[in-house]
């Protein structure tokens, strides 16, 4: 069973497993595990990992179009080593830092693995929190940010060499988009982030939303490294759109709200495409987008 199966399972008892976070008396609370051999390749430094991992989380909650307050994390290694420790919580408290929330502290452990499990809370603006369930056929399709940084990175990790690891390091450590989700709660209907890559979550918005959506390649905005590790354009809009883990927002926003949500995300907000009726499914350019992308298990 992989983690979209047993996300429908579990919607049986828990209801709100499919957004990207719980609200519980306007408190957003979510949770992500993440594990050094498949998430941190060779050449990860401890501080990127720490930043990495309680970014994850904290898109989470951005994606819930909640302002973030904390976060705690478990840190499990072979061993308790003093400066790779340091480095960890050291870049776990600065991407906190870049969203005004605070690192709060967590829990240690020794594991056969580096494994780390992060946990991130936020407030529900008066907005309202942002799920996955309200987009309507005749609305926008828009993303924030670049397409295609993680995917980036993994190709210059593979080259081993320092100057890459540095670049690589760089593209890992992405800024939580808090304040465009923040932006875009008095706009979006639907929203979540985009850690499974962007077509397989046009495939889950759409399945939470009963809709469909027609997407639009050359308005994809592809990240510039890209370029540096393929040459072709092809490959790079695969990578831009199936890769995953770019953590940026996918959203809906009607027409006559998208000038106003556009010029308030400081990330940029591109129309990708647009929000269709169920049955006309999801294209590309026309031709169906395969559900493709990240799956854990």
Do not use: K
Not at 174 to 189: E, I, K, Y
Request: overall charge negative; hydrophobic content about 40%.
């Amino acid at each position: 069973m992989n983690e979209r199966d047993a996300l429908r399972m579990l919607a049986i008892d828990v209801p709100h497993a499919g957004d990207d976070a719980a609200v519980v008396d306007d408190l957003v609370i979510t949770t992500d595990m993440l594990h050094e051999r498949t998430d941190f390749p060779a050449g990860t430094t401890r501080y990127t990992a720490g930043w990495r991992a309680v970014g994850a989380s904290l898109s989470d909650v951005a994606a819930m179009g909640a302002r973030a307050t904390a976060a705690v994390a478990v840190y499990a290694d072979e061993a308790l080593d003093h400066d790779e420790l340091q480095r960890f919580v050291s870049g776990a408290s600065e991407v906190c830092a870049t969203v005004d929330a605070e690192y709060v502290g967590g829990d240690l452990d020794v594991h056969s693995e580096f494994t780390t499990a992060t946990t991130a809370v936020g407030d529900v603006t008066d907005a309202g929190p942002v799920g996955r369930s309200g987009a309507s056929a005749g609305e926008a399709l828009c993303v924030t940010g670049e397409w295609g940084r993680s995917a980036a990175a993994l190709r210059l990790f593979e080259r081993d060499t320092v100057e890459s690891a540095e670049r690589a390091n760089d593209l890992f450590r992405f800024t939580p988009r808090v304040a465009d989700g923040v932006a875009l709660a008095p706009h979006a209907t639907a929203m979540m982030d985009s850690s499974d890559g962007l077509a397989r979550s046009l495939h889950q918005l759409a399945e939470a939303s009963g809709v469909g959506f027609s997407l639009s390649r050359d308005s994809v905005p592809i990240h510039s490294d890209l370029a540096g590790v393929t040459p072709d354009a092809d490959e790079r809009f695969e990578l831009a759109t199936t890769f995953g883990e770019d953590f940026e927002l996918v959203c809906s926003v009607p027409e006559d709200r998208l000038s106003e949500a556009q010029a308030a995300c400081p990330a940029g907000l591109t129309r990708v495409g647009s929000v269709v009726p169920s049955e006309e499914g999801i294209t590309l350019d026309g031709e169906p987008l395969p559900d493709a992308g990240y799956t854990h298990g």
